[in-house]
């Protein structure tokens, strides 16, 4: 490994990974509201499901249970060498949880929240949401466009 990661060859390099399960983020069960309209409509940016009768209240209690095992996770990683916290879950339900953080934990901006709002995930892409102090501002992760698609 002589030369990788500017390590010599007596360099050795290692790193903590723990992995925490967050059971709320797939919501079988638990918002049967939110399962109802996803089933009646499918994929789709949480602003289509804001406009449906209940939905932006359904989404945001959703997000709440989310929150209550996510802040237990997060205090849990920052005891840890290293603090990066990632989520990966199920696209509109993902997109609540972010909703939160970015509505309720970060203060988010107007702009920010639309762009939340309007943001239509698909298969293995997810959100990336970064604070700074300030500033909030959210990024959207995919693996498109790969030759395979």
């Known amino acids: 490994m002589s030369g990788v990661f ?3 060859k007596t360099d050795s390099i290692s790193m903590e990974i ?4 967050l ?7 638990i918002a049967p509201k939110c399962e109802e309209l996803f089933d009646k409509n499918g994929y789709a940016p949480l602003e289509k499901f804001y406009a449906m009768e209940g939905g932006e ?9 989310v ?7 997060a205090s849990k990683v920052s005891q840890s060498p290293g603090n990066t916290l990632s989520m990966f879950g199920h696209a509109v339900f993902l997109n609540a949880a972010a909703m939160m953080v970015v509505g ?6 107007e702009k920010t929240i639309n762009q939340l709002k309007s943001l239509d995930l698909g298969e293995a892409e997810g959100i990336q949401i970064d604070f700074n102090g300030n500033t909030c ?5 995919s693996v498109r466009p790969h030759e395979l698609w």
């Open 18 to 21: 723990s992995m925490e399960l």
């Open 104 to 109: 309720k934990v970060w203060n988010g901006d």
């Open 67 to 73: 929150g209550k095992e996510l802040s237990q996770i």
């Open 57 to 65: 209240q359904a989404f945001a209690e959703y997000a709440e249970i």
């Open 23 to 29: 059971p709320s983020l797939h919501p079988a069960g």
């Open 6 to 8: 500017g390590c010599a």
């Open 137 to 141: 501002t959210v990024k959207h992760i």
